[in-house]
């Protein structure tokens, strides 16, 4: 169960990281290009692909895994317990208790899982950024803003 949602979010961060690159990089520098595809196309050719789209993969990885898995589990975990105070199994219960329940769920995971995966979201936020953490490979770059920004701040940075 978990891994099968590990796995899922690994080949999606695959197509992610490109997109997520491009957005942080026109956030962080509005006037680096006036679109998505220009953002795309100046940072290929400034960086090339793996630097350009793919400097981030690893915090993504780091971000959105933990992320996905805490929110499969705790919402799984936070409905059966719902259920469990209401004393009644989901077929028991009509549309609107099952969509209150999947809400209330979804919304205990949501900030669960928000704040299991704010470091690594800080991180990629961070790296995504022009010169951030040096020259070097994407791992000494990440460990270059570790130490800059300090553990302590990158969890909660934000929060």
């Known amino acids: 169960y978990l891994g099968a949602a590990a ?8 197509f992610l990281c490109p997109l997520e690159a491009c957005r942080i990089r026109s956030v962080s520098d509005p ?16 960086e090339g692909v793996v630097r350009g789209f793919y400097s ?9 895994i933990p992320y996905t898995m805490a929110k499969f589990a705790v ?9 469990g105070s209401l004393g009644k199994k989901p077929a028991e219960c009509g549309a609107l208790i099952n969509t209150g329940v999947s809400l209330s769920s979804g919304v205990v995971a949501g900030v ?9 979201d800080t991180l990629l ?6 010169g951030a953490g ?25 929060l």
């Open 7 to 14: 796995g899922a979010e690994f080949i999606a961060d695959i």
């Open 31 to 46: 006037s680096f290009a006036s679109s998505l595809p220009g953002v795309a196309a100046r940072l290929v050719k400034e």
């Open 56 to 64: 981030g993969f690893g915090p993504i990885l780091f971000k959105q």
């Open 75 to 83: 919402q799984g975990r936070a409905a059966e317990s719902i259920y």
């Open 112 to 120: 669960v899982s928000a704040v299991i995966s704010h470091p690594a």
């Open 125 to 130: 936020s961070k790296v995504n950024k022009a």
């Open 134 to 158: 040096g020259d070097g490979s994407i791992p000494s770059r990440m460990m270059n803003i570790t130490k800059e920004t300090g553990v302590a701040k990158l969890c909660t940075q934000g």
